[in-house]
């Protein structure tokens, strides 16, 4: 029973790694499987988003993690997969989307401070208020150092009062008008609704301004107490201007305001061509590889053809189940862990034909090779994963996304390699090889 343990083991593991490659896995416990690519093989943006502040001016760590979740938020609801955003040092934020087809309207969407502000101007009328669209004001909400922002230049010295601020929303949606407009829906709090509704109820006739990142975008005129707790923003929208806007306000506004300090778009085209020479390279990789190990080492070569298959089978499901975004250093560190595999096979192999020569039965020379190889093997690949965990920090930490994706691929190749060396070789080998006469068939196993 023991002995066909690990081939059990095994052929499950091969047969669910082969399930979950299909092109399309119709159920895995619900979770969509597919191959998720980066954006060196989608094409798309690459920014470095900073800190809009003075060098002399401290930006808090939990200020940045929120101002990168936020943009998180704003990239997927832009309806972006396989997006990358991550702290890259005190100040910064890089940002890499794949697949955009408009990347300057989506950096745009991202990194707008969003700070939407209900401004008191009832002692305006409504052409002194809309003398006022489009020009930047000062407002008291952010005066005592909530939110900081680069100098605002302001057509007068007077202060407005804030109402109400974005923060007070519950959801912000795009919609079309009866007359085919775009505007924004927006429902308040419970707090921001009865805020609102006491307002309106006071001030009717007199003008609520809407002002985003304290520049004026709208001075509505009230006409009636609102007490549903919702609204609506209108002004000279698009579908897709009104869609970004609503999002900028459901993910809520940036603690600290952003500048783009680079940029670099990667076209489709060149991505698909990416792909294809490195898919092209990694076959030509393998097929060399299995057509030295059935040279050299005879039948035992030939098995470790077929684990090294299923290795690659293995591997490339846990990328999927994962999922891993494979970029092209991604790749390299899983062609680059396919080198690994074979290494404990040459390890093992070269054993097996010491304990041959020796004497030894077959069977029994098997589990010698095995057990007298595995230190070797162990401390090798621990090596590595080490190196891949130093890499992996080294990238996370300092927004090295090529450096990230490399570590990831070689650190999960490595590991499954490991388990197709314990598992996977051993078991095929005892399978193909237990019955057969090494003294018999010496050819076989170039002995």
């Known amino acids: 029973m023991k002995k066909f343990l690990p081939l059990t083991i095994s052929l499950t593991i091969i047969i669910l790694a082969i399930y979950l490659n299909l092109p399309k896995v119709p159920w895995f416990f619900g979770q969509d499987i597919s191959t998720h690519l980066g954006l060196d093989l989608r094409g798309g943006v690459q920014a470095l988003l900073e800190a809009d502040l003075p060098a002399t001016t401290t930006v808090s ?10 943009v998180e938020k704003r990239i997927n609801g832009l309806g972006v997969s396989e997006a990358v955003v991550q702290r890259a040092g005190d100040r910064r934020i890089v940002v890499e989307i794949p697949g955009v087809t408009d990347p300057d309207q989506a950096l745009a969407t991202i990194r707008t401070q969003a700070l939407l502000e209900f401004v008191d101007m009832s002692t305006l009328s409504q052409t002194e208020a809309f003398a006022l669209e489009g020009q930047k004001i000062r407002t008291d909400f ?9 100098a605002i230049v302001t057509p007068t010295a007077r202060i407005w009062h804030t109402i109400l601020t974005g923060k007070d929303l519950t959801e912000a949606l795009a919609q079309s008008t009866s007359t085919g407009k775009y505007e924004v829906a927006i429902t308040f709090t419970s707090d921001g609704g009865k805020i ?24 509505p005129t009230v006409n009636a107490k609102i007490d549903q707790g919702k609204g609506v923003i209108t002004g000279n929208y698009t579908l897709e201007t009104a869609n ?14 952003l500048k783009i300090v680079n940029s670099n778009t990667v076209g489709a085209t060149l991505g698909e061509d ?12 393998l097929a060399m590889i299995i057509i030295f190990m059935a040279v050299y080492y005879r039948l035992p070569g030939v098995v470790a053809d077929v684990a090294l298959v299923c290795y ?18 991604g790749i390299a560190g899983f062609v680059l862990s396919i080198g690994m595999a074979v290494d404990a096979n040459v390890l093992i192999f070269e054993r097996l034909k010491e304990e041959l020569r020796a004497g030894r039965t077959l069977n029994a020379a098997i589990d010698l090779a095995w057990s007298r190889a595995w230190p070797s093997i162990r401390d090798s690949n621990a090596s590595t994963i080490l190196t891949c965990m130093v890499l992996y920090y080294f990238g996370n930490t300092f927004g090295a996304s090529i450096v990230k994706g490399f570590s ?5 190749g490595v ?7 314990i598992f996977v070789t051993r078991s095929f080998l005892h399978l193909v090889l237990d019955n057969v006469k090494a003294s018999e068939n010496p050819s076989w196993f170039n002995a």
């Open 61 to 70: 760590s939990d200020s940045m993690d929120s101002a990168k979740q936020i």
């Open 142 to 150: 952010g005066l005592t150092g909530v939110i900081t922002g680069t």
């Open 196 to 219: 609102f509704s006491d307002f309106t109820g006071s001030h009717i006739g007199k003008v609520l301004a809407i002002v985003l990142d304290k520049v004026v975008i709208s001075v």
């Open 244 to 257: 970004n806007f609503a999002i900028q306000l459901r993910s809520g506004s940036l603690p600290v305001p």
């Open 274 to 285: 990416s792909l294809r020479k490195s898919l092209i390279a990694g076959g030509i990789g």
């Open 312 to 329: 690659a089978l293995i591997s490339l499901a846990i990328f999927r189940v994962i999922p891993v975004v494979l970029t092209l250093p």
């Open 408 to 412: 990831l691929t070689l650190f999960l």
């Open 415 to 421: 590991i499954t390699s490991l388990f197709t060396a």
